[in-house]
Nanobody, 120 residues
């Protein structure tokens, strides 16, 4: 089992910034990909940003140049720095980790989600 603890959500005005954090613990073994997804009511969960163990990143087109994902491998923590926030960024943001146990089985875990609201 892998446990994820998310933090950093909240209410911010348009143009503002927030930083999300997600710390993984437990039977992590080989942590391959860490990422952030978001979901609004009635819509499917969508990828916001991801980062591999090698540091390769990918972003949704809607957040490129505004959001930055990073990870601290020593602390098994992933961050999402969100700048120039827009009302359409309002969503529940979920941390996701994918990896492999030492026995070879793959795993995929989700955090509980943290609300981000962008409103004046």
């Amino acid at each position: 089992q892998v446990q994820l603890v998310e933090s950093g959500g909240g209410l911010v005005q348009p143009g503002g910034s927030l930083r999300l954090s997600c710390a993984a613990s437990g039977n992590i073994a080989i942590l391959l990909i860490m990422g952030w997804y978001r979901q609004t009511p009635g819509k499917e969960r969508e990828l916001v940003a991801g980062i591999t163990s090698g540091g390769r990143t990918n972003y949704a087109d809607s957040v490129k140049a505004r959001f930055t994902i990073s990870r601290d491998s020593a602390r098994n923590t992933v961050y999402l720095q969100m700048n120039s926030l827009k009302p359409e960024d309002t969503a529940v943001y979920y941390c996701n980790v994918q990896g492999r146990y030492f026995g070879g089985n793959e795993y995929n875990y989700w955090g509980r989600g943290t609300q981000v609201t962008v409103s004046s």
